[in-house]
């Protein structure tokens, strides 16, 4: 499956953004779906994950209740609605796919990468 994600840009605190991945190729549905940023000198984190039906969702403590995962298998894309921004958000955003059924938070048990997609937070 192919990603591309987009949605990204420059917002100050407190706002809010939401990313898109469009996903091409055959059977979106098979896929775990998951967001992951990368911030400047560091390693890539996990962000939130979607299971195949969008019936499970999964987040990092630091996100929790400030993102929403939500994916539209009939349209082939995954969402994050990113609400109460901070500067610590700041990264390039990346949307991953998982073939099967388990929802991981490990970035090397996805198979599928975007291209990412630059999110800057201003204080």
């Known amino acids: 499956v192919q990603l591309q994600a987009s949605g990204g840009g420059l917002m100050q605190a407190g706002g809010s953004l939401r990313l898109s991945c469009a996903a091409s190729?055959?059977?979106?549905?098979?896929?775990?779906m998951g967001w992951f940023r990368q911030a400047p000198g560091k390693e890539r984190e996990f962000v939130a994950a979607?299971?195949?039906?969008?019936?499970?969702?999964h987040y990092a403590d630091s996100v929790k209740g400030r993102f929403t995962i939500s994916r539209d298998n009939a349209k082939n894309t995954v969402n994050l609605q990113m609400n109460s921004l901070k500067p610590e958000d700041t990264a390039v955003y990346y949307c991953?796919?998982?073939?099967?059924?388990?929802?991981?938070?490990?970035?090397?048990?996805?198979?599928?990468w975007g291209q990412g997609t630059q999110v800057t937070i201003s204080s």
């Open positions: 991953a796919a998982r073939l099967g059924f388990t929802i991981t938070r490990m970035a090397d048990q996805y198979d599928s």
């Open positions: 979607i299971s195949r039906n969008g019936g499970s969702t």
């Open positions: 190729g055959r059977s979106f549905s098979s896929y775990v």
